[in-house]
């Protein structure tokens, strides 16, 4: 079974500082891993994807992400936060590559102070 | 390029009524899947369509339908709301059933009073 665990609904930082968003995951598969990011009132855009190969992804907006098999988890990061990264932020899974059903965490919502 | 386009955008309906919700995907793309995400929650996978079939289809009753058309465009239907339906509904569009990430629409927002 594949099940996607985000520690924290919630996490405030400090504009300028590092950002730390935790995903681990279950799969009884090779992962394909995902980092979406939601704005109020818009869907999901992809921030970054792991499928194959180097562990650290880099993604759109600074993002970054490890695969850690493991510790079985995919945390994401930013080194220094912007008022617009405030959004929810899901992290999702796939079952290898022949499948496309994607099983997302609950989310977290980010916070930036000025 | 045009990405994933939903319609309506929102939607207010009584329990026991139907809804169709319409799914264009991005251009290129042949194969849509449908989420259903409540309120504080992670998408919840519905099905996914390719090929005309659906292909794959997650814990949703018979109530939850699609079908998809020739040119790769899409329709969820659920028949007998329930207020437990509401939810926002999300498309999203890949080429293939594989290894592509995903494109999301901005979704339709399905309140059922």
């Known amino acids: 079974a594949q099940s996607v665990t985000q520690l924290g609904s919630h996490v405030s930082v400090s504009e300028g500082a590092l950002v730390l968003l935790r995903c681990n995951y279950s799969s009884s598969v090779p992962p394909y891993l995902f980092w979406y990011v939601q704005y109020p009132n818009q869907g999901l855009q992809l921030l970054l994807k792991?499928?194959?190969?180097?562990?650290l992804v880099k993604g759109i907006n600074g993002f970054e992400a490890e695969f850690k098999k493991s510790e079985t988890s995919f945390h994401l990061t930013k080194p220094s936060a912007h008022m617009s990264d405030a959004a929810e932020y899901f992290c999702a899974v796939r079952r290898g590559s022949t499948l496309g059903r994607l099983y997302f965490g609950r989310g977290t919502q980010l916070t930036v102070w000025p | 390029d045009a990405g994933v386009t939903q319609s309506p955008t929102h939607l207010i309906k009584t329990r026991g009524q139907q809804v169709t919700l319409r799914c264009s995907p991005k251009s290129g793309h042949d194969t849509v899947s449908w989420y259903q995400q409540a309120l504080g929650q992670g998408p919840q996978f519905i099905f996914q369509?390719?090929?005309?079939?659906?292909?794959q289809r997650g814990n949703f009753p018979d109530r939850f339908s699609g079908h998809q058309f020739p040119n790769y465009s899409s329709e969820l239907n659920v028949n007998a709301l329930l207020l437990g339906d509401s939810a926002l509904y999300l498309c999203?569009?890949?080429?293939?059933?594989?290894?592509?990430?995903?494109?999301f629409g901005d979704g339709t927002r399905l309140s059922i009073l």
């Open positions: 999203a569009s890949s080429l293939g059933t594989g290894g592509q990430p995903q494109h």
């Open positions: 369509y390719y090929e005309e079939e659906e292909r």
């Open positions: 792991y499928t194959t190969g180097a562990t």
